[in-house]
């Protein structure tokens, strides 16, 4: 499937139990410096870890086929594969008679009919961010050059608020020092809380939802463009590529609806000669541009579709209502896996805005 990207352009192919995944990346400039090692250590982050991730164990080692050499881009398109290696599809054989509620299958199968292939989700998994979060480590590989860094932590799990970008953007340190844990919090002292949360919805055969904070720190000033061309918008467009991504908001994002223009105004200042906004209630995005301040961002998971607990559905083969009880190693709580996706889908979006402003001053 390919992306909205504006100067590079990406495909992301495979289905998540067929023989391979992967992503091919074009338009990279030659010469940039690319650590294979780090993009593997940027991809292992969304490996399943803790109880309420799946079961499934895939090594997700990236084979990169052509784009670098010898650690640096080639200027040639980038190509990558991830072998499926732990694939069960009898999981998944009744699915095309009683749809899950609230995944793909039933969407899908209107749209493509018999020629979808639904096992493990197919080309609609979550395994397919895989690819997504390797191509987004090329990216964040290319940005260190500038300085650029998109990191993410989780903002909210199961409904309970934890610490927020709103209280104040957190230290990029803190932010990263968050990654060394399976659930990336900015507060421990909620830590113990949430474990019972997932536990206890694994243990009824539920999931949870939560929404994941992105920060990009040190984005200069003037990426992005007017109306279609806006920053927002093709960011969010991303951070929708994510299976279960249901909402999407900037700054102060739906709370900004709510305040006076003197609330709401991010006020001009000069710091160290660098013009400066006091706040940060627009997210660090004005006229679809960057202003130089952090782009903050907060994307809402839902609760995983594919549940234990019996639910309702239909049979399409008999017309009749029925109850669906679904097997197979589904995450509980895909959030804390998500959290690398949505970094892997910002720094893409920056790093093609960037090319697009070089390419604007030839
Ligand atoms: C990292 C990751 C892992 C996921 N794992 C599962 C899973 O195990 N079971 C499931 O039902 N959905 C899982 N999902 C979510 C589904 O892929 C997604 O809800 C589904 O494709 C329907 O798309 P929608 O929720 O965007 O409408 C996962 C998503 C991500 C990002």
């Known amino acids: 499937m390919s992306s909205n990207l504006e100067v590079l352009k990406l495909s992301v192919f495979g289905e998540s139990h067929g023989r391979a995944i992967g992503f091919t990346l074009e338009g990279l400039p030659e010469g940039k410096k690319v650590s294979e090692a780090a993009v593997q250590a940027f991809v292992d982050r969304r490996k399943s870890r803790g109880g309420y991730a799946t079961a499934r164990r895939e090594a997700d080692e990236v084979e990169f086929l052509s784009g670098l050499k010898n650690g640096y881009t080639t200027g040639a398109p980038v190509c990558a594969v991830i072998l499926n290696s732990d694939a069960r599809s009898a999981d998944y054989n009744k699915l095309k008679d009683t749809p899950r509620p609230s995944h793909c299958d039933y969407a899908a199968m209107q749209k493509y009919g018999e020629w979808c292939d639904l096992a493990g989700s197919g080309h609609f998994s979550g395994r397919l961010t895989a690819p997504l979060c390797a191509a987004g480590g090329v990216a964040a590989e290319i940005l260190k050059d500038s300085g650029i860094r998109a990191a993410a932590y989780i903002a909210e799990l199961g409904g309970i608020p934890l610490s927020s970008y709103r209280n104040g953007v957190p230290s990029l340190t803190d932010v990263v020092e968050a990654h060394n ?9 909620k830590r113990e809380e949430l474990i019972r949360l997932l536990d206890q919805a694994r243990a009824e055969g539920d999931s949870l939802g939560g929404v994941v904070e992105l920060v990009a720190y040190h984005v200069p000033v003037g990426l992005g463009g007017p109306l279609y061309e806006g920053l927002e918008g093709r960011l969010a467009s991303m951070f929708f590529a994510i299976p279960a991504v249901k909402g999407v908001e900037f700054g102060d994002g739906l709370h900004i609806s709510a305040l006076k223009g003197s609330e709401a105004n991010d006020a001009f200042r000069y710091e160290d000669g660098k013009v400066v906004t006091a706040t940060n209630r627009s997210g660090g995005i004005n006229g679809g541009i960057s202003n130089g301040m ?19 559905t239909v049979n399409l083969t008999s017309c009749t209502d029925t109850e669906i009880r679904i097997k197979g190693r589904h995450d509980s709580c895909i959030v804390p896996r998500a959290v690398v996706c949505t970094e892997a889908a910002a720094s893409l979006i920056i790093l093609d805005a960037m090319m697009e402003n070089a390419s604007r001053r030839i």
């Open 181 to 189: 844990s399976e659930l990336p919090i900015l507060c421990e002292e």
């Open 294 to 312: 952090e782009i903050t961002a907060r994307i809402a998971f839902r609760p995983t579709p594919s549940i234990a607990k019996p639910q309702k």
